[in-house]
């Protein structure tokens, strides 16, 4: 059973920063890439960035600057650091977690229940 869990959600006010966490737990052989979405009522879900286990970046052009995505390999985990946070940001946020079940197995992708980031003065 794989489980991917974030936290770290919450209420912020305009120009605030929050820190969102996710980590991958359960049985699995390897985590590929990782990633954060996200989706705001009416919307469709969104990249907001991504990492590969190698450590490579990617962000799309509208979230660069005040989005950075980090990982540590040995705990499974990946951080998404938001800064200058604003009212459109507003959304669910999602972890993704691209994994292997055994060395012969397809890769997967793993989701997150979801947190929930809202700002608002």
């Known amino acids: 059973q794989v489980q991917v869990v974030e936290s770290g959600g919450g209420l912020v006010q305009p120009g605030g920063s929050l820190r969102l966490s996710c980590a991958a737990s359960?049985?699995?052989?390897?985590?590929?890439?990782m990633g954060w979405y996200r989706q705001a009522p009416g919307n469709q879900r969104e990249l907001v960035a991504e990492i590969t286990s190698g450590g490579r970046t990617n962000y799309p052009d509208s979230m660069k600057g005040r989005f950075t995505i980090s990982r540590d390999n040995a705990k499974n985990t990946v951080w998404l650091q938001m800064n200058s946070l604003q009212p459109e940001d507003t959304a669910v946020y999602y972890c993704?977690?691209?994994?292997?079940?055994?060395?012969?197995?397809?890769?997967?992708?793993?989701w997150g229940q979801g947190t929930q980031v809202t700002v608002s003065s």
């Open positions: 993704s977690a691209d994994l292997k079940l055994s060395r012969w197995s397809l890769r997967r992708r793993y």
């Open positions: 359960g049985r699995f052989d390897s985590i590929d890439d």
